[in-house]
């Protein structure tokens, strides 16, 4: 799963699998989507939550939901009217070889903002991303769904309306599928993130 997916419903499928399913064996692992897909591929994983695009044509895919992003800042931060000035801000984000896709879409939602981020430093999860900008080291972009996870941080959550900044979030896996459980699983999880 992706840094991003809730917590709780993630929390929600374990305890059902476990409670309907003792006997099932599971793993879970938080990846970018880029060494999702790669494992997915490799026949390391099962099923996956990536953020969209899918480049992998031996891969499945379905929509779970649809998730924006919004620009992040501390609270004790105001934003200037023009927002080409954020440039001069230290500007946090994934690292861009953990997570290349999902750079790539900051990098394109800075743009149409009127920005290039000053990227000044790079994480590999959401919570350190924005534990950083709580404590006023920077500025990020992240998607909007992380909101209710994070009330606790002392943050201002700007959310980008365009339609064009929002992505899908998909659940991913082999075209031919071997394991007994799969369909249990892939059912629950639908149930359990689809909006």
Known sequence: ????????????????????????????????????????????MDIGIIRAPSLSPNLTVEKLYDDGFALVYASDYTLPEDLSRLTALPFISYHADYAPMYHQQMLSC?????????????CNNIASILELVHVGSG?????????????????NFLN?????????ILLAYAKEQMHPAFTVLRDLIKTLFSA
Not at 110 to 122: E, M
Not at 139 to 147: D, H, L
Not at 160 to 168: A, H, V
């Open 139 to 155: 500025i990020t972009i992240v998607p909007q769904s992380v909101r209710m996870q994070y009330q606790h941080l002392h943050l």
């Open 110 to 122: 800075c743009a149409q903002l009127g920005f290039i981020p000053n990227l000044r430093h790079a």
């Open 1 to 44: 799963y992706i840094s991003s997916i809730d917590k709780q419903k993630l929390g929600k499928l374990i305890q059902q699998l476990q409670t309907h399913y003792p006997y099932l064996q599971t793993k879970l692992y938080e990846l970018s989507s880029d060494r999702q897909m790669d494992a997915l591929n490799n026949r390391q």
């Open 160 to 168: 980008l309306e365009e339609p064009s900044l929002k992505t899908d």
